[in-house]
């Protein structure tokens, strides 16, 4: 309040990189209510925690597209080894009817 011969207020603008490797514009207004120790504290870390947030969440959505992609391929996998067990067993049943037809 009133008139103070010093600024307590802290503007950052920075570029990060989004989740899809976009990148983002940053921008914070910190203001210093009561002293300038948290908006400065706040100025200079707030973009790297959400930085880092933003790589977490990259990672993590990373992780379960492989996982997916992982389950994909053993669902195929076991699809095919159905897809064999059933021709084998038809085959074997041709071969049955044949070894009777033959009798």
Known sequence: RGVR??????????????????????LGVFDGHNGMDAAQAASTQMHKLLQHCLELRQSARAKEVEQRRQRRQQQQGQQEQQQQEQQEQQEQQEQQEQQEQQE
């Open 5 to 26: 011969q010093y600024m307590e207020d802290f503007v950052t603008l920075k570029q990060l990189v989004g989740t899809n490797g976009k990148p983002l514009l940053y």
